[in-house]
């Protein structure tokens, strides 16, 4: 089941990637594999990126994110 959170543009991935970590109770040691992923998509914003810069042209200021597993290229 989905969360909600309304968030400032100014806000960064890895302050709402925190949030949806705790608030889908992941313990310290997986949640530390999941990332958020743009719904619909497999773009992975970087931690550092800041929502404003995101969101689309005409959108209603709202953006969705899975919680996904980090997939790391072996190698």
Known sequence: KG???NVSPAA?????????RKK?????????EYV????GSSEQPRSDK?????LLEGSKC????????????QG
């Open 3 to 5: 969360k909600d959170r």
């Open 12 to 20: 960064t991935i890895e302050v709402v990637t925190a949030w949806a």
């Open 24 to 32: 889908f109770h992941l313990d310290a040691a997986a949640a530390a």
């Open 36 to 39: 958020l992923q743009i719904c």
């Open 50 to 54: 800041h929502l404003g810069e995101l």
């Open 62 to 73: 709202a953006i969705c994110f899975d919680l996904v597993k980090e997939v790391t290229p």
